[in-house]
């Protein structure tokens, strides 16, 4: 019986294989059909989120949604002697979350500067010992510092692991139950590495032993959210950060003489700065004027009396917290004006022999804070300090290592990561993209010119397909050589084609809405998404799809120009597997007939129209579509596809025709 219908299968099989037509196999580059996806993936990550309530399809924040906060309390020591930094913290974690935290997750990335860690496309300008924990106390209790030796898939009851790397774990006896609060101690010491051969940002801190610039200085409290639980990726070097907001109380004891700039509002003016550098400070506010608060002829002189003196910063809602120090400072001040909120300060501490680097770096300042103050929020803080040093272009919150030439990015920078807490570990492109998107608009308001994105998006099909570019989608923490690209230069495109389908100020609109629904809370790509569908009123769920998870391109063409009743038939193709809206600029000889308007046209003058089709067109699959003109008897002389080259194309001379 089994023989009989096992005889019985293989003849049913057979003759399902006759009637199935197999594919035939490739034999060319191109290919007739292409399958469009239109959906964007779910990972495990934002099932888990939108099954728990914490985001869901509008884009906002969902009606559970939680973080931890983390507020420091912080006394450090700079011994310029040793280039070290010796501290003491408190970490008050308030566990907002819905679990009950078995362990904590510390972040030690000065261990990068150590000899025998995992690195990036950084180098250290000198090896050190890293971030050196002396002690950690978690709710008064001592956590032994040995390192735990753990067998595969074992978690230790309780201890530590990873104090030489730059993520630690905490393993706690008794877990930090959910919606409660507990206290860590933290002793440590790092010494900030100098010298010519660093590459790379945050990789030199000092000048020599006279100027120091610490940056991830003290160990902080890595990421806990609703995606992943803890963000445990390493610290390699270029990609950044991730953090919790906060409030910070930080005292820096320096030699006397020394000027401290840093994060926050300076709270004990008068027990460091002389009553004239202090008066002088106080009058910053005062007019758009530059202000010299320390000149380079009161270099030393600028504090009260005292071998060391302590200058103590608190700074509330913020995500770190970064410092400059030098006994060389000069030290300037100026005001930006703040829609709805009025006038900031913005300071600026440099060394007398790089001066020349800061003539135009208040003026820059200024305009960014009130730029994009008024394009997307007003600035959230209140103040904002430039800081000179070696690793000028990075940003912090309230502080900007930069000089004048990266002013405005850095300055926008208070607005992502610092305002929108995105996850630049993964996903850098939610910061420098974004950021480096808003620059362009700066810069044409600096210059006093409407911004233009034309052609921006096209450009992209000059490097998709390339090997060595990762998705926007793919962490930015292992994109490598390809790091620049993904994480800086890919957004501004992917931008420039959204505002070709909605228009740019559609997109400014949504995304200031975006920057209000999110202000001090962690976005993630599928929020930044949908957010924008619903604002933008349709579903581009294929638009992120294709930018974000893919390398792919549009690269269109015109075909075929041709003939029929009075009609003509552009033959417009998309060789890419990114589909696009069709564009066509018609530009016809003069004449005294009026143009028949079509319904998707648009006239620019009397003799140029632009006719557009959705995007939809191509969800057959093909990759050929027919544009049928009518606009009347009046004859065409030009057509252009993409005329604004808002679309990624590489070979751009097959998108004109003209007529012979």
Same mark, same amino acid.
């Given at each position: 019986?089994?023989?009989?219908?096992?005889?019985?299968?293989?003849?049913?099989?057979?003759?399902?294989?006759?009637?199935?037509?197999?594919?035939?196999?490739?034999?060319?580059?191109?290919?007739?059909?292409?399958?469009?996806?239109?959906?964007?993936?779910?990972?495990?990550?934002?099932?888990?989120?939108?099954?728990?309530?914490?985001?869901?399809?509008?884009?906002?924040?969902?009606?559970?949604?939680?973080?931890?906060?983390?507020?420091?309390?912080?006394?450090?020591?700079?011994?310029?002697?040793?280039?070290?930094?010796?501290?003491?913290?408190?970490?008050?974690?308030?566990?907002?979350?819905?679990?009950?935290?078995?362990?904590?997750?510390?972040?030690?990335?000065?261990?990068?500067?150590?000899?025998?860690?995992?690195?990036?496309?950084?180098?250290?300008?000198?090896?050190?010992?890293?971030?050196?924990?002396?002690?950690?106390?978690?709710?008064?209790?001592?956590?032994?510092?040995?390192?735990?030796?753990?067998?595969?898939?074992?978690?230790?009851?309780?201890?530590?692991?990873?104090?030489?790397?730059?993520?630690?774990?905490?393993?706690?006896?008794?877990?930090?139950?959910?919606?409660?609060?507990?206290?860590?101690?933290?002793?440590?010491?790092?010494?900030?590495?100098?010298?010519?051969?660093?590459?790379?940002?945050?990789?030199?801190?000092?000048?020599?032993?006279?100027?120091?610039?610490?940056?991830?200085?003290?160990?902080?409290?890595?990421?806990?959210?609703?995606?992943?639980?803890?963000?445990?990726?390493?610290?390699?070097?270029?990609?950044?950060?991730?953090?919790?907001?906060?409030?910070?109380?930080?005292?820096?004891?320096?030699?006397?003489?020394?000027?401290?700039?840093?994060?926050?509002?300076?709270?004990?003016?008068?027990?460091?700065?002389?009553?004239?550098?202090?008066?002088?400070?106080?009058?910053?506010?005062?007019?758009?004027?530059?202000?010299?608060?320390?000149?380079?002829?009161?270099?030393?002189?600028?504090?009260?009396?005292?071998?060391?003196?302590?200058?103590?910063?608190?700074?509330?809602?913020?995500?770190?917290?970064?410092?400059?120090? %030098?006994? *060389?400072?000069?030290?300037?001040?100026?005001? +930006? &004006?703040?829609? @709805?909120? $009025? /006038?900031?300060?913005?300071?600026?501490?440099?060394?007398?022999?790089?001066?020349?680097?800061?003539?135009?770096?208040?003026?820059?300042?200024?305009?960014?804070?009130?730029?994009?103050?008024?394009?997307?929020?007003?600035?959230?803080?209140?103040?904002?300090?430039?800081?000179?040093?070696?690793?000028?272009?990075?940003?912090?919150?309230?502080?900007?290592?930069?000089?004048?030439?990266?002013?405005?990015?850095?300055?926008?920078?208070?607005?992502?990561?610092?305002?929108?807490?995105?996850?630049?570990?993964?996903?850098?492109?939610?910061?420098?993209?974004?950021?480096?998107?808003?620059?362009?608009?700066?810069?044409?308001?600096?210059?006093?010119?409407?911004?233009?994105?034309?052609?921006?998006?096209?450009?992209?099909?000059?490097?998709?397909? %390339?090997? *060595?570019?990762?998705?926007?989608?793919?962490? +930015? &923490?292992?994109? @490598?050589? $390809? /790091?620049?690209?993904?994480?800086?230069?890919?957004?501004?495109?992917?931008?420039?084609?959204?505002?070709?389908?909605?228009?740019?100020?559609?997109?400014?609109?949504?995304?200031?809405?975006?920057?209000?629904?999110?202000?001090?809370?962690?976005?993630?790509?599928?929020?930044?998404?949908?957010?924008?569908?619903?604002?933008?009123?349709?579903?581009?769920?294929?638009?992120?799809?294709?930018?974000?998870?893919?390398?792919?391109?549009?690269?269109?063409?015109?075909?075929?120009?041709?003939?029929?009743?009075?009609?003509?038939?552009?033959?417009?193709?998309?060789?890419?597997?990114?589909?696009?809206?069709?564009?066509?600029?018609?530009?016809?000889?003069?004449?005294?007939?009026?143009?028949?308007?079509?319904?998707?046209?648009?006239?620019?003058?009397?003799?140029?129209?632009?006719?557009?089709?959705?995007?939809?067109?191509?969800?057959?699959?093909?990759?050929?579509?027919?544009?049928?003109?009518?606009?009347?008897?009046?004859?065409?002389?030009?057509?252009?596809?993409?005329?604004?080259?808002?679309?990624?194309?590489?070979?751009?001379?097959?998108?004109?025709?003209?007529?012979?």
């Amino acid at each position: 019986m089994r023989k009989i219908l096992f005889l019985l299968f293989l003849s049913s099989s057979a003759a399902v294989a006759q009637q199935i037509t197999p594919l035939p196999l490739r034999n060319s580059i191109e290919t007739d059909h292409r399958s469009i996806r239109r959906d964007v993936p779910m990972t495990n990550s934002i099932r888990k989120a939108f099954e728990a309530g914490t985001r869901d399809f509008t884009g906002k924040p969902g009606p559970n949604y939680w973080q931890l906060e983390t507020d420091f309390t912080i006394q450090a020591s700079l011994d310029p002697h040793t280039q070290t930094i010796t501290g003491t913290e408190k970490i008050l974690v308030h566990n907002n979350s819905k679990d009950d935290l078995d362990r904590i997750v510390l972040r030690l990335d000065h261990n990068v500067f150590k000899g025998d860690v995992p690195r990036g496309l950084s180098t250290p300008a000198e090896q050190t010992d890293g971030m050196v924990v002396t002690r950690i106390l978690v709710a008064g209790e001592s956590i032994d510092l040995t390192e735990q030796k753990l067998g595969r898939n074992e978690t230790p009851k309780s201890g530590v692991t990873g104090l030489g790397k730059t993520i630690a774990t905490i393993y706690l006896s008794k877990p930090i139950k959910a919606g409660s609060k507990t206290e860590l101690e933290i002793d440590w010491h790092t010494k900030l590495p100098g010298g010519p051969d660093g590459v790379g940002h945050r990789m030199t801190q000092r000048f020599d032993s006279t100027l120091f610039q610490p940056t991830q200085w003290f160990p902080r409290l890595a990421k806990y959210d609703d995606l992943r639980g803890w963000e445990t990726s390493p610290y390699l070097g270029p990609a950044e950060f991730f953090n919790n907001f906060g409030k910070f109380d930080v005292s820096i004891t320096v030699p006397g003489g020394w000027i401290v700039s840093g994060t926050g509002i300076l709270q004990n003016p008068e027990k460091v700065l002389t009553p004239t550098v202090a008066q002088g400070r106080a009058k910053v506010l005062d007019s758009d004027d530059e202000i010299t608060i320390v000149g380079e002829d009161e270099k030393g002189k600028a504090t009260i009396p005292g071998d060391k003196l302590t200058w103590r910063f608190v700074a509330d809602k913020v995500n770190d917290f970064a410092w400059a120090a %030098s006994a *060389d400072f000069i030290w300037k001040g100026t005001r +930006a &004006n703040i829609p @709805g909120k $009025g /006038y900031v300060p913005i300071y600026m501490v440099f060394i007398p022999e790089r001066a020349k680097l800061f003539v135009n770096a208040a003026k820059n300042t200024r305009h960014a804070m009130e730029f994009y103050s008024k394009l997307w929020a007003p600035y959230p803080f209140p103040q904002l300090t430039l800081q000179d040093g070696p690793s000028s272009g990075m940003e912090y919150p309230m502080v900007i290592n930069s000089n004048q030439g990266a002013a405005d990015h850095e300055t926008a920078h208070q607005w992502w990561p610092m305002m929108l807490g995105t996850n630049e570990t993964r996903y850098g492109w939610m910061d420098e993209g974004f950021n480096q998107y808003m620059n362009i608009l700066s810069g044409a308001d600096s210059r006093g010119t409407p911004a233009n994105l034309d052609g921006i998006g096209q450009s992209y099909g000059r490097v998709s397909g %390339s090997e *060595d570019e990762a998705p926007l989608m793919w962490s +930015a &923490n292992d994109a @490598g050589i $390809g /790091y620049g690209y993904q994480t800086y230069q890919k957004t501004p495109p992917m931008l420039s084609m959204l505002g070709g389908i909605v228009g740019d100020d559609a997109v400014i609109n949504a995304m200031k809405k975006y920057t209000a629904a999110w202000a001090y809370k962690h976005p993630s790509p599928w929020d930044y998404m949908f957010f924008m569908n619903n604002e933008l009123g349709q579903n581009l769920e294929w638009f992120w799809y294709y930018w974000l998870f893919t390398t792919e391109s549009v690269e269109g063409s015109i075909e075929n120009v041709s003939s029929e009743s009075g009609k003509t038939i552009v033959t417009v193709k998309q060789a890419g597997e990114m589909p696009s809206p069709v564009v066509l600029k018609v530009e016809f000889e003069a004449g005294e007939q009026e143009l028949t308007p079509m319904p998707n046209s648009s006239l620019l003058d009397p003799n140029t129209a632009v006719v557009t089709w959705p995007v939809d067109v191509w969800w057959d699959g093909s990759r050929a579509f027919d544009a049928v003109l009518d606009f009347g008897p009046r004859k065409i002389k030009k057509i252009t596809l993409d005329p604004n080259g808002r679309f990624p194309d590489l070979k751009v001379d097959d998108n004109v025709w003209q007529a012979k």
